[in-house]
């Protein structure tokens, strides 16, 4: 038999019978159907699958059911953020908006630790999140204003 994982997300509590090793991002997407953290590389290099464990951001494909036993996981979802979800509307930060979810969530715990961060501040916060599209300027200045 399968072990059971205990996860909490976004508050809520869930019983998967899944594989102690499966990484959160799986059991997210393909178990749960919170299809807002994104896979992009798989490999710890994107950050398309950023999530907060207890507040924390992580990498959803590196991080395993068993490493979160007993921890919040905040996905996309269950991010409360409004200024800073209103500051991403107001610059227009996506373009395909592939990568935006995992922008926001490391955004978001950068303004938790550090609410007026400096630009070299944001830039390191921001610095394991890829965007293809390139719009790490619009990324910045929402993260500003959202810290004004
Ligand atoms: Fe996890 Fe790229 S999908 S870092």
């Given at each position: 038999?399968?072990?059971?994982?205990?996860l909490m997300?976004?508050?809520?509590?869930f019983?998967l019978d899944?594989?102690?090793?499966m990484p959160?991002?799986?059991?997210?997407r393909?178990?749960?159907?919170?299809?807002?953290?994104?896979f992009?590389?798989?490999?710890?290099?994107?950050?398309?699958?950023?999530?907060?464990v207890?507040?924390?951001?992580?990498?959803g494909?590196?991080?395993?059911?068993k490493?979160?036993q007993?921890k919040?996981?905040?996905?996309?979802e269950g991010?409360?953020?409004?200024?800073?979800k209103q500051?991403?509307?107001?610059?227009?930060v996506?373009?395909?908006?592939?990568?935006?979810?995992?922008?926001?969530?490391?955004?978001?715990?950068?303004?938790?630790?550090t609410?007026?961060?400096?630009?070299?501040?944001?830039?390191?916060?921001m610095?394991?999140n890829?965007?293809?599209?390139?719009?790490?300027?619009?990324?910045?200045?929402?993260?500003q204003s959202?810290?004004?």
């Amino acid at each position: 038999t399968t072990p059971t994982q205990k996860l909490m997300v976004n508050g809520k509590d869930f019983s998967l019978d899944a594989d102690p090793n499966m990484p959160v991002l799986w059991a997210l997407r393909d178990i749960l159907g919170l299809t807002g953290t994104k896979f992009g590389c798989g490999a710890g290099l994107c950050g398309a699958c950023t999530i907060h464990v207890d507040g924390s951001p992580m990498r959803g494909c590196l991080t395993s059911l068993k490493q979160v036993q007993g921890k919040q996981v905040t996905t996309i979802e269950g991010l409360e953020a409004e200024k800073l979800k209103q500051a991403w509307l107001e610059h227009n930060v996506p373009q395909c908006g592939y990568c935006q979810a995992g922008q926001l969530m490391s955004a978001a715990a950068l303004l938790t630790t550090t609410p007026k961060p400096t630009e070299t501040q944001i830039v390191d916060a921001m610095s394991g999140n890829i965007c293809r599209c390139g719009t790490y300027p619009r990324i910045k200045a929402a993260i500003q204003s959202a810290s004004e």
